[in-house]
């Protein structure tokens, strides 16, 4: 699965006018999670949620579903189903490439219903980068882009903040970078 996302890195690297390797170092040596979320079925699916509202703090979200189906996207102002395909499998972008990007990649913001009838099951696998790396978009995109949208933080920063002060929503890294802002009193 790491091998999958770092090939994926390289991908968005070159989709950026950056160097294919340049995301490579940070991620080496990361320490990457798999989550496997069962879904019971629900009487009331229109009452529950599975998994609420929420960006990926991570870097790079690579998610199996079963056939059951579940996961939302919310695109073009409402949310759309993202219906399961076997052998096929989704790929989001997290909060940290969309700093990592200078904000050119968004984040998706995503939900997982419930059924009525049957249970379900994902996997999702979360690229992150190695703790102490400094977190930043490269010279080049920033110059184009002419500002740099996010101070420069570590992954344990973001992890910290998502472990103990904050439940991960839309605006996660919006708020992170207020929080790191105030609390470190760090200039962009
Ligand atoms: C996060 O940011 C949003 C948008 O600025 C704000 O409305 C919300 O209250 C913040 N949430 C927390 C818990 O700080
Ligand atoms: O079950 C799904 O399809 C989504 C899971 C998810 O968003 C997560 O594990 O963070």
Redesign the pocket.
């Known amino acids: 699965m790491k091998e999958l996302g770092m090939k994926l890195l390289e991908l968005l690297a070159l989709s950026l006018g950056v160097d294919r390797l340049h995301y490579k170092e940070l991620f080496e040596d990361g320490c990457s999670v798999m989550?496997c979320?069962f879904?019971p079925s629900c009487q009331e699916p229109s009452l529950a949620l599975?998994?609420g509202p929420?960006c990926?703090p991570t870097s790079l979200?690579i998610?199996h579903?079963d056939q059951v189906g579940?996961?939302d996207v919310f695109a073009d102002n409402t949310w759309q189903t993202v219906p399961p395909r076997a052998r096929a499998l989704v790929v989001n972008i997290g909060d940290t490439f969309t700093a990592l990007s200078n904000g050119r990649y968004k984040s998706c913001l995503?939900?997982?219903v419930v059924n009525k009838y049957k249970e379900r099951r994902?996997l999702?696998f979360f690229l992150c980068p190695k703790e102490d790396k400094v977190v930043r978009a490269p010279e080049d995109i920033v110059r184009r882009d002419g500002t740099k949208q996010y101070p420069d933080f570590t992954w344990s920063n973001l992890l910290e903040f998502t472990q103990n002060y904050y439940r991960a929503d839309e605006a996660t890294l919006h708020n992170f970078t207020k929080w790191l802002l105030s609390s470190k009193q760090q200039t962009l």
């Open positions: 989550r979320n879904y599975g998994t929420h990926d979200t998610l579903q579940g996961l995503h939900r997982a994902s999702a």
